[in-house]
């Protein structure tokens, strides 16, 4: 999505092709688990709010769906390619995998920027991403939820279109909804207290005291916010937090050497997760360039905001006091990036174990609408942090045992159960 000289789909698969080789996987099953299973592209036209049409290019990729049915979010950005969305259903494919979730591996994008269009504009665009995927996505098919820039009010939308053509109610159909129209409590918070929960299985393992440690956020929107917060309130101090400035097309880190007020920070920030300069200035805030939020020295670094940022070009500009990476972004660090930081003793969560509280909490949110039955919001985050932390300590034990990168160890996990599943209903 973001321009780089990375191509997040080549990224995947160098990553895939890695442990495949570790595996010995033979060349068919290596053929099929390296790219995706089905793909659609197509055009949405919009009745702009001037009376003009506007053409928007849309993508849904199905990387696999051997162990239910494709899960995957539904991306905005005015930099989506096709080659983003094949990585990110591939990713989502070893995400569900890792956590044991009975469900495959989707994503979608709509390249379009939300943040210049009316409502009425985005509610048009979202009714046409469905119109024409009708018969790809479903509740048994392929579910897709929010992801960046997209929201509750999107997909209540994109469902709304899909019963309307249906002709009768499907709450499976997507997720992410809001709470009381077939949306999970919880779901909001999920992603960035998941990646939290993994870190404080890590802390656990290790003994570390959180509230001792100090942390570095790139991004501000739905995962860095909720990581943030939950962060803070294990005691951990943020130092900095980082988002895009669309007025002024560039990144901006804000500082505060004693710690960020997270939730001072959240009243100041719109709904795309930047945050009101002249406000944070006003609360006492440095405003640094875009890409400070990687060379603070801190105990621990946490990209939540795209992909292709850590790289071998700034790995040495990351301080030596940091010693964890949790990747709250999809794809954050590229693979020649890895190896350095497996150098210098860094300890990565990787993003598809990270960030999996987001798809696991759908998964409960689609298993709460087939029962019409909703659990509160205690009941959702502790089933949510059993289900993270378990996927936690299957992945550092496999990593300990067989002396592998944790990035290493969760492919080993993820791939072996899809495999798996793709042997069993006799594909390859
Ligand atoms: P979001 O749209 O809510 O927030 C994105 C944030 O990134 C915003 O604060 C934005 O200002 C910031 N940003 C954009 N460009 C930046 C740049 N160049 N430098 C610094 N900050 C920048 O998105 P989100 O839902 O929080 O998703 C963030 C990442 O997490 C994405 O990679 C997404 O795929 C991944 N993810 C999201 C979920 C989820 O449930 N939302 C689940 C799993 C993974």
């Known amino acids: 999505m973001a321009k780089s000289d990375y191509n997040a789909y080549e990224n995947a698969q160098a990553q895939f092709d890695k442990v495949a080789e570790y595996l010995k996987l033979d060349s068919g099953m290596r053929e099929f ?16 709010d001037n009376g003009t049409t506007k053409v928007f290019k849309a993508y849904r990729s199905r990387h696999n769906d051997a162990r239910g049915p494709a899960k995957g979010g539904l991306r905005f950005h005015p930099d989506e390619t096709a080659d983003d969305v094949r990585a990110l259903s591939m990713w989502m494919t070893w995400k569900c995998a890792t956590v044991d979730i ?66 009768a109610r499907y709450p499976g159909m997507i997720t ?7 949306g999970s409590l919880g779901r909001t918070e999920a992603t960035g207290y998941g990646v939290i929960y993994t870190l404080k299985a890590y802390a656990a393992a290790e003994k570390i005291n959180l509230a001792k440690t100090t942390a570095s956020i790139q991004g501000f929107g739905n995962v860095a916010e909720y990581a943030a917060r939950m ?9 900095c937090v980082s988002c ?14 004693d710690g960020c007020n997270i939730a001072e920070l959240v009243s100041i920030k719109d709904t795309f997760g930047s945050i009101d300069k002249t406000k944070a200035q006003k609360l006492g805030y440095q405003i640094i360039d875009g890409d400070a939020w990687l060379k603070e020295e801190v105990d621990i670094l946490i990209p939540s905001a795209l992909g292709n940022q850590i790289t071998p070009k700034n790995v040495a500009d990351i301080s ?54 909703f659990w509160d919001k205690q009941e959702v985050l502790n089933k949510l942090e059993y289900a993270m932390t378990k996927a936690f300590t299957a992945v550092h034990e496999l990593a300990k045992e067989k002396k592998l990168y944790m990035r290493d160890a969760a492919y080993v996990i993820a791939i072996n159960r899809v495999a798996e599943a793709v042997k069993k209903r006799g594909w390859v």
């Open 231 to 239: 962060y803070s309130e294990l005691g951990g101090t943020i130092k």
């Open 33 to 48: 688990l390296r790219q995706p299973m089905k793909e659609l592209h197509f055009t949405i036209p919009v009745k702009m």
């Open 102 to 167: 009975p469900l495959g591996g989707g994503k979608g994008g709509i390249v379009c920027d939300p943040r210049t269009m009316s409502l009425a504009e985005q509610e048009r665009m979202c009714r046409g991403y469905v119109r024409g995927l009708f018969k790809e996505v479903g509740p048994n098919s392929d579910v897709p939820a929010p992801d960046v820039m997209s929201n509750n009010q999107h997909m209540l939308w994109m469902l709304d279109e899909y019963e309307t053509i249906a002709g």
């Open 244 to 257: 895009w400035d669309a007025a002024d097309n560039k990144a901006y880190t804000f500082k505060k050497e």
């Open 320 to 373: 030596k006091k940091v010693k964890i990476i949790c990747e709250g972004a999809n794809g954050p660090t590229t693979p020649d990036a890895d190896p350095l930081l497996q150098k210098r003793g860094i300890f990565m969560i990787p993003d598809f174990l990270c960030n999996a509280g987001g798809v696991t909490c759908s998964y409960f949110e689609q298993v709460q609408c087939n029962m019409n039955y």
């Open 176 to 182: 992410g909804k809001p709470v009381g129209m077939g």
